[in-house]
């Protein structure tokens, strides 16, 4: 990122979004997978002006529905996709 570039923080007071832990994504599940490893995101590597927030919903991904399931995931992606 830009020295000169504003970084946005999440205006929730550090709660989580129930509509945000009703399903895994492919993205949180890319963040899973990694451990949570920045280093290893693709958000990440694309320089967005934004803390990320992953981990923390990963962790109530976990609490709220388990582990994730990968064919789930993108069989509901592509139903999204569709609609």
């Given at each position: 990122m830009n020295k000169d570039s504003e970084v946005f923080l999440p205006q929730t007071n550090g709660e989580i979004s129930d509509s945000i832990?009703?399903?895994?994504?492919?993205?949180?599940?890319e963040c899973w997978s990694i451990r949570c490893n920045c280093?290893?995101?693709s958000i990440n590597r694309s320089k967005y002006s934004f803390?990320?927030?992953m981990?923390?919903?990963v962790k109530a991904l976990l609490k709220k529905q388990g582990r994730p399931n990968l064919r789930m995931i993108q069989e509901q992606t592509k139903t999204a996709l569709i609609a």
């Amino acid at each position: 990122m830009n020295k000169d570039s504003e970084v946005f923080l999440p205006q929730t007071n550090g709660e989580i979004s129930d509509s945000i832990v009703q399903n895994w994504t492919l993205q949180a599940y890319e963040c899973w997978s990694i451990r949570c490893n920045c280093a290893l995101c693709s958000i990440n590597r694309s320089k967005y002006s934004f803390v990320c927030q992953m981990p923390k919903i990963v962790k109530a991904l976990l609490k709220k529905q388990g582990r994730p399931n990968l064919r789930m995931i993108q069989e509901q992606t592509k139903t999204a996709l569709i609609a």
